[in-house]
């Protein structure tokens, strides 16, 4: 049976330069982790902040945990961030075992941006954008 194919969903936020990137499926070599996958959000100019829901990753190897490594550092050269707001108990494991976890941005979101914390406001975005619709 084949693996669920990876894709990635940006949601814009409506507050300045930041954007919710909800991440769904494996994120391993040969799934999700190329960069030809990427290289909308690794060449864009906008957005600057990345706010990144990784609750829906069902796997997570170290090409996966690298491509986040990049994209964080493409982020950080146009002046950016990456702040992870939402993972699986599994995935938020390994991002700390690797030290991947210390390298995402801590500090807290936005206020107008804390909705995205909340089932029910993400339950209308997917309502409105539903899981697995073309990115940006």
Known sequence: MAKP????????????????LRCVG???????AERQVWIPLLEAPDP???L???????????????MLATL???LHRRGGSLRLIEAS???????????VAGMLDRSAPPPRVLPFRCRAYRALIHSVIPPGAAAV
């Open 89 to 99: 108990r599994r995935v938020k494991t390994l991002l700390s075992v690797t030290g």
């Open 26 to 32: 494996p994120l391993t070599a040969g799934h999700g």
């Open 72 to 74: 964080r550092s493409a």
């Open 5 to 20: 194919a990876f894709h990635f969903e940006l949601i814009r936020t409506g507050y300045g330069d930041h954007a919710l």
């Open 48 to 50: 600057a902040d990345l």
């Open 52 to 66: 990144l829901d990784l609750s829906a990753v069902t796997e997570l190897d170290a090409a996966g945990i690298g």
